[in-house]
Each structure stands twice: as structure tokens, then as C-alpha cells.
């Protein structure tokens, strides 16, 4: 995938068409300064806009072969553009990181991609490990590396907060210990 062109592309799509949306996954890992080798994007997109997202996708060729409730997964024919995989933001966790996500600078400051807060991509973690167990050892690599870059400036209270949600606190307390002061 030419993360750079799609990027650069989708991007200006999104904005043009006021879609609300913040970068998840491995992207967003990178650009919190930990990175991880992804083979393509997902975003988390406000469910009120989908519509316009597949507008935007199924215009530049991309086609859904996945829709749920709460994903969509579309892929190019062409390798260069890559899959791009979507969370729907509909219950009120996932609205509220969309209303915490904040714009950062790529390609060397020129283009700003919005992206979900360090605890937030935690959370996202969290659940992706419960609901496909398979990959739970690459969720907690991926939680872990976030956990050792922000230590003590991670909302831990939030952290927490993921974890209780699928009975995890126990868990949530232990990686408290081990990296709220790294």
C-alpha cells in the first residue's frame, strides 16, 4: 500500500466531505510515536457518515466485501491502494474518542491526520483482544509499547475504565503497576 497517496487522498476526500473520523490500528500506533508495521488503515468514522464514506471509497475503486453493525472492510483491486478497514462510532464510548481525537502532523508536517487519544487506541486493543481471542499476544504487544511511551501521562482512570467494561480490571490494575511511572 502507498500510505502516503492514499492517505494524502482520503484525507482531502473526508475533510471535502466533512466525514468525522480519527485514525486507529497500526497508522495511528506510528503516528503516536509507536510504531508497528500495518499493511493497512482503519478509522474509527461517525455512523452518521458512512454513507459519504462509501461514496468516497467506491468512487477511487475501493469495494466493500464486509458491513456490519459495527465495521466495514473495503479493498482496491489495485495493491497500491491497499484495504482500509472502518469501526462505525455509534455508542458512546466510541463517540467520546472521536470527540477527544486531536490532529497530528505527517509526511514531515505537511498533512495532519486525526487520530484517537494513546488510551483510546488502548481501549480499541482491549476489545479487539476479547473478540478474537487469536489476537490477544499482538493486542497486548501493542498495549504494552503505548503503555511504556506514555506511562504516567496516560489517563489511567480511562485505561481502567476499558478494561472493566469486559471484566478485565484486575488486568488493567496489574499493567497500572508495572507502567504508570515508566
Do not use: C
Amino acid at each position: 500500500m502507498d500510505f502516503e497517496r492514499v492517505l494524502r487522498t482520503l484525507l482531502a476526500d473526508f475533510n471535502h466531505q466533512q466525514i468525522r473520523y480519527a485514525a486507529i490500528g497500526g497508522f495511528a500506533l506510528g503516528v503516536l510515536g509507536v510504531p508497528r508495521a500495518t499493511m493497512d488503515l482503519d478509522f474509527l468514522v461517525q455512523r452518521d457518515d458512512l454513507h459519504k464514506l462509501h461514496g468516497v471509497l467506491t468512487t477511487l475503486g475501493y469495494q466493500r466485501y464486509v458491513q456490519t453493525e459495527n465495521v466495514s472492510q473495503y479493498r482496491h483491486a489495485d495493491a497500491l491502494w491497499g484495504s482500509v478497514d472502518i469501526v462505525h462510532a455509534f455508542r458512546k464510548a466510541a463517540l467520546g474518542m472521536l470527540a477527544r481525537a486531536k490532529s497530528y502532523p505527517i509526511f514531515g508536517g505537511t498533512q495532519e491526520v486525526r487520530v484517537v487519544n494513546p488510551e483510546d487506541v488502548i481501549g480499541l486493543k482491549v476489545q479487539a483482544m476479547v473478540n478474537d481471542p487469536d489476537r490477544r499476544s499482538q493486542e497486548m504487544a501493542d498495549i504494552e509499547r503505548i503503555m511504556e511511551v506514555y506511562g504516567q501521562r496516560l489517563d489511567w482512570q480511562r485505561v481502567e475504565e476499558f478494561y472493566e467494561l469486559f471484566d478485565l480490571a484486575d488486568d488493567a490494575k496489574r499493567l497500572r503497576g508495572r507502567f504508570e511511572h515508566a
